[in-house]
């Protein structure tokens, strides 16, 4: 067995996927004249034909490729070995690569490439094909999905049309993984360009021969895809290849309303209808996409929440959390495909041949707690038919943070008529309350439409806000800054002002309320947790007649009861009870201010105060709390 002999790196190779493999690096004098290409079929017969190089692709198994002089086809001199490595293996997670030469080569004689292969079990090669030359790839032809058993077979690839192929570089590539998590060894052999004469002409499709409608604006840009094309093989195999758009020749019926270039790009330009299709050689392909222009685009309305109190997944306004994909493709189920556009700068996500299509964020998920709706805007570009429904539902991944793991919680929310509307854009703002199933809303990972009687939907602006009916457990902004002048405050605790000196804020009462100051954006405030009762004393009694209110910030999310004292000598004591939880509006960012009336607490001596005291529950943050007039 022969290991490749000679590694080089070539900057441009290297910088698409990764270390390049040379074998062979001789070229013919045909590829050296400039007006005639080599005609040379050959890709490997015994070992690499002259001008022959080898390339493996980003994240594969660098040595996976082999020549091996011990297993080949009719007992030849050598095949082509590749080493297909198990799941999790360190050294790469598949093997593969493009066999390419630096001169074209004229193949326009051939009409296949056919080789012989067999494998150590049955197996499935996920890609193979030619015309992957590591450059533009204009002409690349492949098969998904090529079965292989324990024998020698003989393969057939068959060439679009063969026309195009006066120049190629991409003689072979191959690309493979783990059949059921473990890896296997397959071999190639006798690879070459044959022209058979026993090929039937390829009957050529777009769109995977459907006849697609879509409702599109000005300045949209559509990618034709699925292109394909079918061939009767001389052993009566119905042969599938999987194309690039060069081959095929695009026609739009209105170049006024949807222009189409050569790699199958349909850019919208004007109001109206136009069909896009095209041919293969000289047969019209199956399959076709009818643009319905609406003409200028109306985007979905600018968001206008609090870009701190967002959290967006998909917008233009604010900036997106980390997502893993807008569209999983779950098989084997979906349907869905993605025809996203952009136009003005603005980005659609766009969801065709709809049945349900999951959007996920897992690193890291979203802690939704202090968020109370979800809000997406949504298009219906086609009639709304009778007993439509829009299903939105939210997966939370549990504390292991895991999809699919053992405490996942999800909850659906279901939208129809009068709701769903056509040709205008729906603004669902969802409140969180409304998923009852969702026990925890910490570790959001999924949001997943799913729909009945509705095939095509534009989605934007999908993200989570509070509209300020839900606070954070602890403050994220400090309380409002004072800005009473210091002549008129007699402060007991604010970094704004001159404090009472030596006063106490935790003296020992007996009370069962946890006491800290803690800093909030660089401020230092008050905390009390699992407050029953707490005090103040006052390093030495103030009098307040010439004051008039008593102010206080305060700050909580989950107290049920708070109330605020002053205390004379007697003691003598007065209560006034605060409004709690303290969102939201009136609050600002949670914070409630107040200016209680010190009328409110008589019959204490206002000019002899000693003590504050807070009583109730929950936990509580205070700041700026003075006498002011």
């Keep these: 067995m022969r290991t ?24 013919d004098d045909a590829d050296l004249q400039p007006a005639k290409y080599s005609v040379n079929p050959d890709v490997f017969i015994d070992t690499f034909s002259p001008g022959l190089n080898f390339a493996a692709f980003g994240g594969t198994v660098i040595l996976g490729f082999q020549v091996d002089d ?8 050598a095949s082509m070995r590749f080493d297909v490595p198990n799941v999790n293996d360190p050294a790469g997670a598949y093997v593969g690569g493009s066999y390419f030469t630096e001169v074209g080569r004229d193949l326009s004689g051939y009409d296949a490439l056919t080789f012989w292969a067999k494998s150590t079990q049955s197996a499935t090669i996920d890609v193979i094909g030619f015309g992957n030359d590591f450059g533009a790839n204009k002409y690349q032809t492949s098969i998904s999905g090529l079965t292989l058993s324990t024998v020698w077979k003989k393969y057939i690839i068959p060439i679009p049309d063969p026309s195009k192929l006066k120049i190629e570089k991409g003689m072979l590539f191959v690309s493979e993984g783990p059949e059921n998590g473990k890896g296997y060894t397959f071999w190639l052999d006798e690879v070459k360009f044959e022209k058979l004469g026993t090929i039937s002409a390829g009957q050529g499709a777009i769109l995977n021969g459907a006849n697609k409608v879509e409702t599109s604006f000005i300045g949209v840009t559509l990618p034709i895809d699925g292109l394909t094309a079918s061939f009767s093989l001389p052993n009566g195999v119905n042969q599938n290849v999987n194309l690039t758009p060069a081959y095929f020749v695009f026609t739009s019926s209105n170049p006024s309303v949807a222009t189409v270039d050569e790699l199958g790009i349909v850019k919208v330009i004007g109001a109206g209808t136009a069909v896009i299709t095209a041919k293969l050689g000289d047969s019209t392909a ?46 084997p189920y979906q349907t869905t495909k993605s025809a996203d556009f952009t136009v003005n700068g603005d980005n659609v996500l766009n969801y065709t041949n709809f049945n349900f299509v999951g959007i996920q964020f897992s690193s890291p998920t979203v802690d939704a707690s202090v968020m109370s709706h979800l809000h997406i805007d949504l298009y219906m570009p086609n009639a709304i038919a009778a007993g439509s429904v829009f299903k939105v539902q939210l997966v939370d991944f549990g504390a292991d943070g895991v999809a699919g793991g053992t405490d996942d919680k999800s909850s659906v929310v279901s939208f129809s008529s009068p709701t769903l509307v056509t040709k205008s854009w729906i603004g669902l703002n969802i409140p969180l309350s409304s998923y009852t199933g969702l026990t925890s809303k910490t570790h959001i990972g999924q949001i997943i439409f799913e729909g009945t009687n509705i095939t095509n939907f534009y989605a934007d602006n999908i993200y989570f806000y509070n509209d300020g009916s839900i606070i954070p457990a602890t403050p994220t902004t400090a309380a409002p800054t004072p800005t009473v002048p210091t002549a008129n405050v007699t402060s007991v605790f604010s970094d704004a002002y001159t404090n009472v000196a030596g006063t106490d804020f935790n003296p020992n009462w007996g009370q069962a309320t946890v006491v800290t100051q803690v800093p909030i954006a660089g401020n230092n405030t008050l905390k009390y947790a699992n407050l029953n009762y707490q005090g103040i004393q006052l390093g030495s009694s103030v009098n307040v007649t010439s004051k008039t209110q008593l102010h206080l910030d305060y700050y909580s999310s989950n107290s049920s009861s708070l109330k605020v004292y002053l205390i004379s000598p007697g003691p003598v004591e007065k209560a006034f009870t605060l409004t709690v939880p303290t969102g939201p509006a009136p609050s600002v960012n949670g914070w409630r201010s107040i200016d209680i009336p010190l009328t409110a607490f008589s019959p204490v001596n206002l000019g002899n105060i000693i003590q504050l005291k807070f009583d109730g529950n929950g936990t509580i943050f205070l700041d700026n709390i003075y006498f002011r007039n």
């Design 70 to 77: 011990q297993v080949s086809y009719n007992k030849t001199a």
């Design 4 to 27: 490749i002999l000679e590694i080089k790196l070539n900057k441009a190779v290297f910088a698409l996927m990764g270390l390049l493999l040379v074998w062979g690096c001789q070229n």
């Design 286 to 331: 199956k399959g076709s996409l009818t643009i319905n222009s609406a003409g200028t685009y109306v985007p979905a309305p600018i968001p206008t929440q609090d870009a701190s109190k967002v959290i967006s997944i998909f917008t233009e306004k604010y900036p997106n959390i980390p997502v893993d994909y807008y569209n999983g493709y779950w098989q």
